[in-house]
């Protein structure tokens, strides 16, 4: 999969598929106008329960619209009450700069 942007609430995000050092297939998720210069972010795996651990690219792979979704469900908890957001007293969400 090629990297891609996607912004949600202003908030913009490089997607990337990269493999972890056992092999197993993921997701980077780089927050560009994010806290800390831009530098914080998250990543996401699949894993098939019962598979030992060892899951295959078929059942890793997530479509751009489940992809698009997690970036989303990240912004509402970082913003929400008790989000991590809290972490940041520094950082204004793109949405409130003006």
Do not use: C, K
Request: no cysteine.
């Amino acid at each position: 999969m090629d990297s891609f942007d996607v912004t949600v609430e202003h908030e913009v995000f490089r997607v990337s598929e990269r493999r972890q050092p056992g092999g197993a297939l993921s997701y980077d998720f780089a927050w560009l106008n994010g806290p800390a210069d831009g530098t914080y972010g998250f990543s996401v795996r699949r894993v098939t329960s019962g598979t030992g651990g060892i899951t295959s690219d078929d059942a890793a792979r997530m479509t751009r619209e489940e992809l698009v979704a997690e970036v989303r469900r990240f912004v509402e908890n970082v913003y929400g009450p008790g989000g991590i957001g809290e972490t940041w007293p520094d950082h204004v969400p793109p949405r409130d700069r003006r």
